[in-house]
């Protein structure tokens, strides 16, 4: 795994770029609703998706209610809950729902068994569920084995982990089957895909991304199947503004390259 300083020389409608959130593009806090995305970023992000035609998206375990607020007043594709609800470039939505019954018995079930683990933080999604462990540590093992045997008790559920959280899913969904989708799609179909994430949940992501001979970039530590890597936030930070300018530089070349074109061809 090479540093990510920048991607190679960059063509307009060459690249597709997807971004995770916590710990890719804010910086990760003790609770979920501390994360903010700072406005400077915000406003990259905005030039990003004009520069490439809107071939940005977001790529989360957040909802997409979530995704909207934290990005306003940017009004991106996006993939929440790993997969499980998706809005393309037009806006059109699609989601993968548990049975209402189905919801309603999780939930009770699950407020009830981590009301034993204090600290533990349960975050319902509709069609997904988050178990933080985040602020009770201590309780990390006996958590992540409630989720695995709630799991193995029902057909259609998977279990995803990550930092500090387990999640409970519906099967057959995650960040790189959003992935995916997105890119059998306009503005991405064609494109090279781009994805930053930091993770455990954004591995499903790399895998896609390195099967499509794209740039794969994990933040901070720790293995994984990216390509490549970048230290932290601050420096996902950088590589965005070094990205746009790169890019920005580059379609302010190609009018005088089409005139330069246009002139040799004239002397032909």
Not at 14 to 41: C, H, M, N, R
Not at 72 to 93: F, M
Not at 254 to 263: K, M, T
Request: charged letters at 20%.
């Amino acid at each position: 795994m090479t540093e990510a300083t920048s991607l190679p020389p960059l063509r307009p409608g060459s690249y597709a770029f997807f971004f995770d959130l916590d710990g890719t593009l804010a910086e990760i806090k003790p609770q979920p609703e501390q994360v903010v995305i700072p406005q400077t970023v915000r406003h990259r992000l905005g030039q990003l998706a004009r520069l490439c035609d809107g071939a940005v998206a977001l790529i989360s375990g957040r909802s997409m209610a979530e995704l909207d607020r934290l990005a306003a007043p940017l009004h991106l594709p996006l993939a929440g809950v790993h997969g499980a609800e998706r809005r393309d470039i037009s806006g059109k939505v699609l989601r993968v729902n548990l049975a209402p019954t189905l919801v309603e018995q999780l939930s009770r079930y699950l407020v009830e068994e981590l009301s034993v683990f204090p600290g533990a933080r349960l975050e319902i999604k509709g069609m997904a569920f988050a178990l933080h462990y985040r602020q009770a540590p201590q309780h990390a093992s006996a958590i992540i084995q409630l989720a695995n045997r709630l799991v193995a008790q029902h057909d259609g559920l998977s279990l995803q982990p990550g930092k500090s959280v387990v999640e409970i899913k519906p099967a057959g969904i995650s960040k790189g089957s959003a992935i995916a989708a997105f890119m059998h799609e306009a503005p991405f179909a064609g494109r090279r895909p781009v994805f930053l994430g930091d993770d455990l949940t954004d591995e499903a992501g790399f895998d896609i991304v390195n099967e499509l001979n794209g740039v794969s970039i994990k933040i901070g530590a720790g293995e994984s199947r990216a390509q490549q890597r970048l230290q932290d936030v601050q420096a996902v930070y950088h590589w965005l503004e070094q990205t746009t300018y790169q890019l920005e530089q580059e379609l302010n070349r190609l009018p005088l390259r089409r005139a330069g074109n246009e002139s040799f061809n004239r002397g032909i």
